[in-house]
């Protein structure tokens, strides 16, 4: 690291050339995370959300049942030897290269010859700044780094003692006054290996698990979470009985052709790499004649220029790792969950080397959704934030997107279908003076449907169906039924729900008395925008919304903490529920436009409640503010 430097090239957006391609591609920064610093974040997340996580546990075995479909799964607690078996309704193996899962699941793997042994070393040395390009990867600039060693081809087994590989660590810095402290060090294997399919039965494999490569192009962790999203959503909707369980046969049609393309990538990528090191005779095993080869770059001569020009090329084609956006974010799912029968042609998509480097926007049945901004009709002034297509759909839901003269007929077909389906459908009108305005014209240009048309997008975020223009009501929902095999009930034993499964089936026959009866004997909705209700609390004056960090810090104070029933009891227990709240009294809203939205909200709840509309038995009245600290939803507790 302190020898000479021969060249510098930009990565992941940073080149002025292609960080505009970037920025339009995403809401979202690119971060630089190594699984040691995102791991403690999925963690603390999890446990935060109820998961709970069992420690120094492993997997000793599973079994399926034949009869009720359930998997019973064996596990030991390393530091008590105790065992105990598991019962699920699905087992999802996410347990890294040496999945214990995938190989009791015996899953078809298609093994290409490996590239020998590697070790990844994590330690602590504080290096100076000059460090930033080279060839170690840092952790935390400029203090803790991970010097990856990889092995020659005839190593079968690395026999080096710690202090070895220190030593060896240290001469790779070049600088014996730099203190190396040892924090890890593991062993990997260089694998082009990926399977053939990711399931059998209700059993799942995930992440590296079923996709084994070195980490050149850094793919290896988004490939993996992009699975666990396209699972996650599927999963979910097959327990609460909102899909038929053949749903779920649409994981492996839709994400092994992904991990096998990620495989060849990176992959590919190390061969390039190769290339290189033999051009510079990094592999030259004899010292002198390394020497002889690295001064022929030197050389004012024709071999010398000949070695300039193909190091240059092999640092340019490079590329592919450091910009290989394409590869990142060109997936297109082909399965039976993506209804592309409607489309005249092809999906559009690069070729070759095109394929690779540029992302290719598109709302194809199959492709990511795009992004673009979008801004509120009523939003003031340039401070008011902007919305992003991404932060409109998602969210364990699916969205249609429409423009001008749309809205109307799709809310009607989005409304038959969750009423058969027992679904959610969102249905957004992007346009002129529409629920969002297309202010920099960015979703007109990627949105590929007339104005009237629509974009059907998954949970997931991923274009499910898309229509010209509007159809018949009763479309959507045959795409519908399609797309989440909700045919009837699956072919196979019934099993015992849990209560949120129970509760989802019982509001599904209640959803079946509709109809039979002059309205529902519940409502509830969620509205798709409404006006700043323009909020003065006594004391405090106006509070802006959305309501930010100061402003929440101001209104707490006049707040008091809000009880909750629990049995018999109205109590304060922050251990359950963090919230604040303000009485009626205690607050005005001061934007006209705020009423009226109320206004024909009760309109729809008295048609919807088979209410004559106008009567004085339903009415709306101001009750209280509710202020939730962040994570102050209710935590699990004991009635």
Request: glycine letters at 8%; aromatic letters at 8%.
């Amino acid at each position: 690291m302190a020898g000479e430097e021969y060249s510098r090239a930009r990565n992941c957006g940073t080149d002025p050339k292609r960080s505009g391609e970037f920025q339009e591609a995403s809401p979202c920064e690119q971060a630089d995370l190594p699984q040691s610093i995102l791991e403690p974040i999925l963690l603390r997340v999890a446990t935060q959300s109820g998961f709970r996580l069992r420690w120094n546990t492993r997997l000793i075995d599973f079994e399926q049942d034949s009869g009720d479909g359930h998997v019973r799964s064996l596990i030991e607690d390393d530091m008590t030897g105790q065992q105990i078996t598991v019962v699920s309704r699905y087992l999802c193996g996410a347990d890294g290269g040496r999945s214990t899962v995938a190989t009791k699941l015996q899953l078809p793997f298609n093994d290409a010859p490996g590239g020998g042994l590697a070790l990844n070393v994590l330690c602590e040395a504080d290096l100076p700044d000059f460090c930033a390009f080279a060839i170690a990867r840092f952790v935390k600039p400029f203090t803790e780094w991970v010097f990856v060693l990889l092995s020659k081809p005839d190593i079968t087994k690395v026999t080096a003692s710690e202090e070895e590989i220190v030593a060896h660590v240290r001469e790779l810095i070049g600088d014996p006054s730099v203190l190396v402290k040892l924090k890890q060090i593991s062993q990997w294997k260089v694998n082009e290996c990926y399977a053939e399919q990711y399931s059998r039965g209700n059993v799942f494999c995930l992440g590296d698990a079923v996709h084994r490569h070195p980490p050149f192009n850094g793919l290896g962790s988004n490939t993996c979470i992009q699975d666990a999203y396209n699972l996650a959503w599927k999963m979910a909707y097959v327990l609460k009985g909102k899909a038929g369980a053949s749903l779920l046969a649409s994981f492996s049609s839709e994400r092994q052709p992904m991990g096998q393309r990620v495989v060849k990538r990176a992959n590919d990528t190390g061969r390039m790499h190769g290339k290189l090191l033999q051009l510079m005779g990094v592999l030259e095993p004899d010292v002198q004649k390394k020497q002889q080869i690295l001064d022929r770059f030197k050389e004012d001569s024709q071999e010398g220029a000949t070695m300039r020009a193909t190091f240059r090329k092999l640092i340019e084609d490079l590329d592919q790792e450091r910009h290989g956006f394409g590869c990142e974010m060109n997936q297109l799912y082909q399965s039976q969950a993506i209804y592309a029968e409607d489309e005249a042609g092809a999906a559009p998509r690069f070729r070759g080397l095109e394929a690779e480097l540029h992302y290719l926007e598109s709302t194809f049945p199959g492709s990511r959704l795009p992004h673009a901004w979008l801004r509120a009709p009523n939003a003031v002034g340039p401070g008011e934030a902007m919305l992003s297509t991404h932060d409109l759909a998602g969210k364990g839901r699916f969205t249609i997107f429409t423009g001008l003269g749309g809205k109307t007929g799709w809310k009607k077909a989005a409304d038959e279908a969750v009423r058969k389906l027992g679904i959610e459908v969102a249905v957004y009108s992007i346009g002129w003076r529409q629920d969002y305005e297309d202010v920099f014209f960015a979703w007109e240009d990627k949105r590929g449907v007339a104005e009237k048309g629509a974009v059907l997008v998954r949970p997931d975020r991923t274009v499910a169906w898309r229509s010209q223009n509007l159809v018949s009501i009763g479309q959507l929902e045959r795409v519908m039924r399609k797309e989440l095999y909700f045919f009837g009930r699956d072919n196979r034993r019934v099993y015992k729900p849990s209560p949120l499964e129970f509760k989802t089936q019982v509001s599904q026959c209640l959803e079946a008395t509709r109809g039979k009866c002059p309205g529902s004997f519940a409502h509830g909705e969620t509205l798709p925008s409404a006006p700043n209700p323009g909020l003065v609390v006594h004391g405090l004056g106006t509070i802006a919304l959305p309501l930010f960090e100061r402003e929440a810090r101001r209104l707490k104070q006049a707040c008091r903490q809000a009880p909750f029933g629990r049995g018999s009891e109205t109590l304060v227990d922050t251990k359950v529920r963090d919230t604040w709240e303000l009485n009626a009294d205690q607050f005005v809203l001061r934007n006209h436009a705020w009423q009226a939205t109320l206004d024909n909200t009760l309109r729809r709840l008295a048609q919807a409640l088979g209410v004559a509309e106008g009567s004085t038995a339903i009415r709306a009245e101001l009750y209280k503010l509710l202020l939730y600290d962040k994570g102050a939803f209710f935590d699990s507790h004991t009635e």
